[in-house]
């Protein structure tokens, strides 16, 4: 890398580019905690997610049994909802319930109490997308493969990369506001897995979810892409690399919505169809005179006389 120094042209070394890129540019009150110094771990976590979910996984469970996870995914859907309240909690009234504004907020970099604690909950809400990596894994040991899709593995890869350079680069500010929503988001969406995992039956609100989740997007678009056309100390970059993925996020999503519901809304109203109810990390039971389909995964039990296909 090329650097002017006066009238002198001083070329970096690949190492004094690195240490420049993650160190001297890095928030120096983050850089000590855990996978935030270097990048090389997490993006070692995140290769190693990809090929288990994709390739060892499936390959290590071809000949075995699905195991039964229904109480460890109780308890881990139980912790993220109750972390996910944390979250929302604590942003709102740290941040956006009477300091920050919508419009332009600037990142706080002094080490003063509130800063600090600011910079924790985005350091947290990292993690938290760090630990929703272990969804997946639930799927493969349940050899629910099909639930691996391109949306699922690339949403579950592509936060921990966002929040880990929040963390790093701008520990606070205008880029919190995604943790307020999308912990909202989540907490509605973890409550609805522990009711379908309880076996409550007809859970109408799924579609509803990813509804919300669709909302979050537009709003997270509108929150950086304003940014653009005004003069706001905060890091423009930040738009450039987070509005494009929020629009393929908003396109995956819209996608996924119109296959999943609106062709099962389209079916709803021709005779002989039947809604039955609803399980979820997620299953949904549907019927046309006595057919049951399986249309996604997470409750073990029955519906009257007629069995649930097993969560594994």
């Known amino acids: 890398m090329e650097t002017n120094t006066g009238n002198n042209t001083k070329w970096m070394s690949i190492g004094e580019f690195y240490h ?3 160190t001297e540019l890095a928030d120096p009150r983050t850089s000590s905690y855990f996978l935030i110094a270097d990048p090389l771990p997490g993006l070692g976590i ?17 000949n075995r049994e699905p195991f039964n996870l229904q109480t460890t ?10 972390l996910s309240f944390f979250m929302f909690v604590e942003i709102l009234s740290a941040m956006w319930w009477n300091r920050y504004s919508f419009r332009c907020e600037p990142v706080d970099y002094s080490t003063s109490p509130h800063a600090l604690r600011v910079a924790r909950m985005v ?30 593995c690339y949403h579950h890869a592509v936060m921990p990369m966002v929040t880990w350079g929040a963390t790093k680069y701008f520990a606070g500010g205008h880029g919190t506001f995604i943790g307020l929503i999308n912990s909202f988001v989540h907490i509605i969406m973890y409550l609805y897995y522990l009711q379908a995992g309880m076996g409550y039956r007809n859970l109408w609100w799924k579609k509803y979810i990813t509804m919300m989740q669709l909302g979050q997007f537009l709003l997270f678009f509108v929150h950086f892409a304003q940014l653009w056309f005004i003069e706001c100390d905060f890091p423009k970059w930040t ?4 509005t494009p993925q929020v629009l393929f996020f908003i396109y995956l999503f819209s996608k996924f919505y119109m296959k999943s519901y609106k062709k099962n809304d389209e079916k709803d ?17 549907r019927k046309r005179n006595v057919a049951l389909t399986q249309r ?4 073990d039990g029955q519906i009257g006389d007629r069995k649930v296909i097993k969560n594994g």
Do not use: D, W
Not at 276 to 284: A, K, L, P, T, V
């Open 20 to 22: 420049f890129i993650f």
């Open 46 to 62: 995140l290769a190693f997610y990809l090929y288990f979910v994709n390739s060892l996984g499936p390959r290590f469970m071809k």
């Open 73 to 82: 995914i109780y308890v881990y859907n139980t912790l993220q909802a109750s």
């Open 123 to 152: 350091y947290i809400f990292f993690i938290a997308k760090m630990t929703e990596l272990i969804e997946t894994v639930f799927f493969v040991l349940r050899k629910k493969q099909k639930q691996v899709t391109f949306l699922h």
């Open 239 to 242: 738009a450039l690399l987070i």
């Open 269 to 285: 109203n021709l005779p002989g169809y039947q809604t039955e109810g609803i399980r979820e990390n997620g299953e949904s039971i």
């Open 296 to 299: 996604s995964n997470v409750f």
